[in-house]
């Protein structure tokens, strides 16, 4: 009971917070225009309009090109590693998806990391650290964790949520540089304490947003967590994968900083405030999976 609880509280946080976005983003295209123009509707249009171009963009990005941004080998035949064949093919037949592609990061700092847009497309990617300094446990906790993102169309999520921290960025940057071209007598009905509101919510949009995009983020590796425990029955070795991987300092020298959200743990080791992290606080995810 405990388990599906915490599902459904991570999965009604996460729709809370994309809505929030959404309305965050057209709120930031409705201060560009009113500041530089003295109407809202134009400004909420052109926002969806670019967030909208930003996802399509994004979302057509290719799998091989985050791989390759990783330096990883895809694993085609069962041959070539019988258990992380098995366990992914296992894992994705009990989560009811087709099987991801398996790929190996050749890297001593024990890691991983799912990428694709829909299930169709999933990926997995393991570090060789994490097939040597894991038990067979603890590496079918991971897997499954990286399947729950696949199954939950994890990536689809933080790909939009990029787009519209950089649809946000664009309307930010454009507001404030128009603004001091604009006709300052265009409108002589704007209320002075709108445009206060207005300005500093697109000066400060580009953070905010970031913020947002963060805490989806984290509130999708607790999902994440949680859904592996479905799978697996077994949240105690996910927890001590946990444990394993942070407790090594070394970063995983084959990470791009741009791929680092995707990651099982943070692979370039920062100690970030919460706020600013890709992912939750690690004591945090062993807390509620032992609790589970």
């Given amino acids: 009971m405990i388990l599906y609880k915490q599902i459904e509280r991570n999965k009604r946080n996460t729709v809370f917070i994309v809505a929030g976005f959404i309305l965050f983003v057209l709120a930031v295209g409705a201060s560009f225009t009113y500041l530089t123009a003295g109407d809202y509707y134009s400004g909420m249009i052109l926002a969806a309009i670019i967030g909208g171009g930003y996802t399509v963009i994004m979302l057509v990005s290719s799998t091989n090109v985050v791989m390759r941004m990783n330096h990883a080998r895809e694993i085609k035949s069962k041959d070539e590693d019988p258990f992380l064949w098995n366990t992914v093919e296992n894992l994705a037949m009990a989560a009811r998806i087709p099987m991801p592609k398996i790929f190996m990061i050749q890297d001593q700092s024990p890691n991983a990391f799912a990428t694709g847009i829909s299930p169709k497309k999933g990926a997995v990617a393991v ?11 603890e590496v079918e906790g991971v897997l499954a964790h990286e399947v729950a993102h696949i199954r939950n169309f994890d990536i689809r999520l933080a790909t939009i949520a990029i787009a519209l921290v950089s649809a946000v960025a664009i309307l930010s940057d454009m507001g404030t540089r128009m603004m001091f071209f604009s006709n300052r007598n265009r409108n002589q009905k ?6 206060i509101i207005a300005l500093l919510l697109l000066l400060l949009a580009p953070l905010v947003a970031t913020l947002i995009r963060l805490a989806i983020s984290r509130n999708r ?7 592996a425990a479905e799978l697996t029955r077994n949240p105690y070795a996910l927890a001590s994968a946990l444990r394993k991987i942070t407790g090594v300092k070394t970063p995983v020298q084959e990470a791009s900083g741009t791929s680092a959200p995707l990651y099982f743990a943070d692979p370039l080791k920062k100690k970030a ?4 992290s890709t992912h939750p ?9 032992t609790n589970m």
């Fill in 281 to 289: 606080q690690p004591e945090e995810r062993i807390r509620r999976l």
């Fill in 221 to 227: 590796e607790f999902l994440a967590d949680a859904s």
């Fill in 127 to 137: 570090t060789t650290g994490l097939m040597n300094h894991l038990n067979r446990e």
């Fill in 190 to 195: 704007q209320h002075p304490a709108v445009l």
């Fill in 273 to 276: 405030a919460s706020l600013f």
